[in-house]
């Protein structure tokens, strides 16, 4: 085994100091490399799955936001448990969300929901998960605080 051993070092060694490193060194492969077709352009009626140019808006129809007063919409379907579910309601006369106002909180909080026939906020929502979690309180956490971050309003 030992004998072995020094055989090849040898033989590796003389092949080192008899080929040089000009003939060990070049890559054998260059040579067969294939050589790169020139870039083709993409005509821009070719990019994209539209029809026309990607430059072209085709029209698009206005949206129409709903009208339904909060109490007179329908829970809506949710893909699964995890998605936050849309507004069944028109939003449009709320406010906007303020560091101290929260129109949403007005019918959707712990304390009045019940009486406003709202769906009150679920414990997910006052939870605090960076500083408390596990622990459920009575008011929205401040990453819930912005309803429409994630809530979007029912469009037709
Ligand atoms: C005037 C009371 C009121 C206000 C203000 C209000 N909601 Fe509602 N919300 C309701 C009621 C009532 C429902 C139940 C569906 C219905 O009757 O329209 C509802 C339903 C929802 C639902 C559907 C819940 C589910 O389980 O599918 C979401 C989401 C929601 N509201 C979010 C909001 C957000 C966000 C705001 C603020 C921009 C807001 N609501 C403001 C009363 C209100
Ligand atoms: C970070 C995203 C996010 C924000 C911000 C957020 N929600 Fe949600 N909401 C969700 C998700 C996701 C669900 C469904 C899973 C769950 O219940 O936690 C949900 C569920 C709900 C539900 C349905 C509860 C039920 O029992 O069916 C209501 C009502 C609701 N949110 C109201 C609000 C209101 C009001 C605010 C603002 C104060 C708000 N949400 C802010 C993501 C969010």
């Known amino acids: 085994m030992k004998n072995t051993v020094f055989v090849l070092l ?9 080929s040089g490193p000009e003939t060990t060194e070049a890559p054998p492969a260059a040579k067969s490399e294939p050589v790169p077709e020139p870039l083709k352009t993409i005509p821009e009626t070719e990019i994209g799955l539209a029809p026309g140019t990607a430059f072209e808006q085709p029209p698009q129809p206005p949206i129409k936001f709903n009208r339904i ?20 309601h028109s939003v449009e006369d709320f406010g906007p969300i303020t560091m101290t106002e929260n129109p949403c909180l007005d019918c959707h909080s712990t304390d009045v929901a019940e009486d406003m026939g709202a769906v009150v906020v679920p414990a997910s929502h006052r939870m605090d998960l960076r ?3 596990g622990v459920v309180g009575d008011t929205v956490t401040g990453a819930r605080f912005v309803c429409t971050s994630c809530h979007v309003e029912m469009t037709d």
């Open 131 to 133: 500083n408390a979690p």
């Open 10 to 18: 040898l033989v590796a060694a003389m092949g080192c100091s008899s």
């Open 69 to 88: 007063d909060p109490g007179e919409g329908e829970i809506q379907a949710r893909p699964n448990a995890e998605f936050p579910p849309v507004i069944p």
